[in-house]
C-alpha cells in the first residue's frame, strides 16, 4: 500500500509563536511573503519525508478574507501568481496552466493568528 502523509496547518508563524501559551505572534509579512514561506516550509518538510512536489497529491488553501467581489478568488490575499512563480522555479508540472494537484481554495474570516492569511494543507504519495 501507499503511503500519502498530510502536511497540515501550514502557516507563516514567527519562530516564537507558542500556541499552547498564548504568546508569540504571526507573520508581519504581506500576503505574497506569507505564501512564499508556506510553500517553502511544505516543500523542505515533503523532502524531509522522502517525498516532493512532483508527489503531491492534493492541496488545499484557507484564504482569509476580505472578498471585494464575493468569491474567494477575489481577495488580495489569494496569490496565485505566487503559486505559478513558486512552482514555475521548483516544479514546473504544478503550475496553473500546466497539471496542477486537484485543489481546493477556501476563504475564510480569520485563521490562528489576526495576521495570518493563509494555510495550506499538503498530501502527497511516498515514492516506492
Known sequence: MRKAPSICGNTATSADY?????KGGG???DAAA?????????KSDLEELGSGLDHLIRL???VKGPFPDGGVLSSPNFRLDVLDAFFAEHCPKHCSDNNPPPSEV???AALAQADIVIEIVAVAALPD
Do not use: C, M, S
Not at 507558542?18 to 498564548?22: H, L
Not at 505564501?35 to 511544505?42: F, S
Open 60 to 62: 488545499t488553501f484557507f
Open 34 to 42: 506569507q505564501w512564499r514561506e508556506v510553500l517553502g516550509n511544505i
Open 106 to 108: 477556501i476563504g475564510v
Open 18 to 22: 507558542d500556541p499552547a501559551g498564548k
Open 27 to 29: 507573520f508581519a509579512g
